[in-house]
Structure formats: structure tokens, C-alpha cells
């Protein structure tokens, strides 16, 4: 019987329960997927502990994209048995979810792997790529030759943002925690990576930008970071919210606001799978361009088994990660 990853109580990653889960009979409208290769995004984390803003019923298989081959596809859905997919998919009960050998997902967050792409690199295509795109385009109006601030420029969402960010014909300065994470922005495309531990960015964006500062700063971590980086943001700047890793929500001063004309933008990417899905299939289509010219390539830091999920999730936890973990599945 294929295996999955459930959570059956809010803690911490040792709390979860590797079992034994029976796919739920086919219906007419999901598509069912063997799963060869599962992402581990930060948010799973928050999803174990419920502190997650999307909080699904107990118990349910954790993980929200996956890369692997199609078993049964809806009629019509434009899919068939055996084609090689990357799907979104939703933690819903004991039949969806990632981190597992198999499950299933709706067809329209379902796409074929472009040629020359690896299950794990598709499984981390979607959320961080998608993520980037809409924030710098469609949230910051990125303009080229713009100067953009990365933050956890070596983590998941980072290093998708540098890659953007260059595509797009910005000048790239990333920030992370240690030489080898600096070394990870730098490969990923930063014009300028700073290892914050040992220089204070705000001074570095300042010198690197002749005292103007970041037009657009891109911002995971929030807490002290996010605080910091008003200080360093443009005349007409924007920084985006994503998310925080600091384990701290910033409080916004106004004030500070208006007396600099900078904007805050929040980024959910997921409501826009809500509030106006039309906008996806038209942001995959240029991601799909980006991969094709060579533009974007997903950054697989770390992969190991699906068995070994619980350590994963205690290294990206504990910062141990750069670029995004995928469990992966060998074809039985
Ligand atoms: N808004 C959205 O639509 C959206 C979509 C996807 C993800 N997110 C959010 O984006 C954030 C980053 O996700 P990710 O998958 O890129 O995570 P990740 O790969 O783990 O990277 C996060 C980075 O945050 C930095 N960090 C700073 N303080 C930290 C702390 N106390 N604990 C852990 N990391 C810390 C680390 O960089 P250094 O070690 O270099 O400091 C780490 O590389 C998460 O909050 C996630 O929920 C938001």
C-alpha cells in the first residue's frame, strides 16, 4: 500500500506518522499521481505547528507540490496514464497532499514537465516561481534596470526571486546568513551578495546604489530584517511581504511611510488561485519561456528519500537548506 506523511496532531516535524494510506477511489474530476518527487517548503512547517494561515482538517498528508507521473486523468482534462506532471496540491484529507507515493490534485493545477526538466526540479517549479513572478511583476511593476533586494537570497523563495529579478533586467543584491549561502545568491545570479551576520546590508545597499537604495526589496524574513530595510528602500520604493521566517510580524510606521513615498505590498500568492486564477496559466506560460531560454532553473539544495522527511524538515527549520528540498520517491 503506498505510504504518505500525515499529520494527525498540531507540533512539531517528530510528530508526524509515516503510514500505510489506501488512494481513495478515482473520481471524475482529480487526477491521480504517483509521486517521484515531493517539495518541502518553509510553510510546511507552519502547517504542522497550525500557525500556517491555510489550516486544514485533521488528519491530513502534508506537502503542497509534487512532480511525478500520471496514473488516471479525467476525461477531457487533456492528461493521460503515464504523462510526466508537476502538480499543486491541496492538504485535504487522507487523499491529497504531497508527501506521499501517491496523490491527487485538481487538472487545472496540474501542467506537463517542460522537456529536460527532472521530477525534483519540477517539483520545484511551481509555488516559489510562481510566487516571484507575481510579486515582482505583478505586486512591485519591476521595471529593468531597477535595483531589487533579496532576502533569504539562498533560501527557496530567494534564490527563485534572484533568478527573476535578473531575468527581468534588474540589478540584483541578495542578502543570507553565512559565506556559503552568500556563495549560493552569487551562483544563483546577485550582482552582490552580502552576508549580513558580518555587514550591515543597509549601509551596503546604500554604498552599492550611490545612497538611493533598493527599489524593490523582496522580503521572506520580516522582523528586524523587514525594519531594517526601510531604511534602505528608494524614493518610490516597494518592498513586498512574503512571509516571515524570523518568527516576528513587523509593525508598519506610517509615517515613515509617507516622509520616504515608499509602498508596502503584501504577496499571498495563494489567493490568487482564488480571487483571479485567470492570471495563473498566463504567469506559467512566462516562467515556461524563462525555462526554456535558460533563464530560471530551480535550485535543488538538498534531496533525500520520502522516509527521511522528519530530518528534512529539521534542517530546513534550523537554516541547514539553501534552495528548495525535495523528497523523492524511486519508481517501484
Ligand atoms: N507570500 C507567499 O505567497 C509565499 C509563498 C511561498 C513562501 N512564502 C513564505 O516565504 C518564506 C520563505 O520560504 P522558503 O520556502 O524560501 O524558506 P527557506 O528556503 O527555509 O528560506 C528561508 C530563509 O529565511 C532566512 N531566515 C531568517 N531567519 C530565519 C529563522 N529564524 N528561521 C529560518 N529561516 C530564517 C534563512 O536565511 P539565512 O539563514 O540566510 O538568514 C532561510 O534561508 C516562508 O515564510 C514562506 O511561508 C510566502
Redesign the pocket.
Known sequence: MPKAWVVRELGTPDKLHFEDVEPSPMSDDLVRIRVRAAAV???DL?QIGGTYQVKPELPFILGAEVGGDVEAAPPGSGLSAGDRVFALVSQDGLHRGGYAEVTHAEPGDVRKIPDGMSYEAAAAFF??YQ?GWFGLHRRAMLQPGEVVLVH?G?????TAAIQLAKAAGARVIAT??SDA?VAVCREMGADLAINYKNEDFVAAVKEATDGKGADVIYD??GGDVFDRSTKCVAFEGRIIV??????RVPAIATNHVLIKNYSIVG????LYRQRAPQLIPECTKALFALYAAGKIRPHVGRQAPLADAVTVLEE?AS?K?TGKAVLTVERA
Do not use: Q
Open positions: 517548503n518553509f510553510f507552519l509555488i516559489n510566487t533569504g539562498a533560501g527557496g523563495v530567494g543570507a546568513g549561502k521572506p524574513v512574503l512571509g516571515f521566517t524570523s518568527g504577496l499571498h500568492w495563494g530546513v537554516r537548506t
